[in-house]
């Protein structure tokens, strides 16, 4: 089983929609997560940390299931600037200095 | 503030050539990474380091060398370019255990071994 694992879409979704991409984890032991957004051929940027009470962002919103080792991120009205490749990343050991990310969930937003 | 700066952008190399890839950061970041990213692949970590002097390896290191001689600069070196470490390459660094914090990747360098 992959560390990370992310549905990777490619999702295509008019502006305006609710979209949510959803991502499993492997290590129970991880304790630090993160959704980064990624434009192509550009570096990856922190978007959000996930926590486990749930956190929001403005449109964002992540979730944090431990008992599941799941994680989502939910995008509500959805703009055409929030097309771009969307990466889970967990923490991959205890002290929590090396991250671990998925393969990336392309979003396409249409007018 | 400049954050992460990867220098070249953009290299190609002969295979078996050897080549180093920079990286410093001036935002007094602790911990610090190389990641690989390849079309399918995701990123993928090569080397990383918790601190001057201190320096583990990731899930890809084979072919890499890394050092930390000081808190700013994390170099990559390839000792042998070969046609399969063609690839996009990330260096990122965080303030300290990744608990709430991200990383800041620099913009990356582009590398093509022919």
């Known amino acids: 089983r992959k560390e990370v694992e992310q549905d990777p879409g490619p999702f295509n979704v008019p502006e305006g929609a609710t979209v949510a991409f959803n991502c499993t984890y492997s290590?129970?032991?991880?304790?630090?997560f993160f959704w980064y957004r990624q434009d192509c051929r550009k570096e990856p940027k922190l978007l959000m940390s996930?926590?486990?009470s749930g956190n929001e962002d403005g449109r964002f919103t992540a979730q944090l299931n431990r008992a599941s080792q799941y994680i989502s991120l939910l995008i509500r009205d959805s703009k055409l600037s929030d097309s771009a490749t969307y990466l889970c990343?967990?923490?991959?050991?205890?002290?929590?200095?090396?991250?671990?990310f998925g393969k990336g969930t392309t979003l396409s937003v249409s007018s | 503030n400049a954050g992460v700066t990867q220098t070249p952008k953009f290299q190609v190399l002969k295979t078996g050539q050897s080549m180093t890839l920079q990286c410093a950061q001036d935002?007094?970041?602790?911990?610090m990474s190389w990641y690989r990213q390849d079309p399918g692949m995701g990123l993928r970590l090569i080397h990383y380091?918790?601190?001057?002097?201190?320096?583990d390896q990731g899930e890809v290191p084979n072919g890499y060398n890394v050092s930390r001689s000081t808190t700013e600069d994390f170099p990559l070196r390839l000792l042998s370019a070969a046609p399969s470490q063609t690839s996009v390459y990330f260096c990122?660094?965080?303030?300290?255990?990744?608990?709430?914090?991200?990383?800041?990747f620099g913009s990356g360098t582009r590398l093509t071994v022919v």
């Open positions: 990122a660094s965080s303030y300290g255990r990744t608990s709430g914090y991200g990383y800041t």
């Open positions: 290590n129970s032991a991880s304790q630090s």
């Open positions: 996930v926590y486990s």
């Open positions: 990343v967990v923490n991959s050991n205890q002290a929590g200095t090396a991250l671990i």
């Open positions: 935002m007094n970041h602790e911990y």
């Open positions: 380091s918790v601190g001057a002097g201190i320096t």
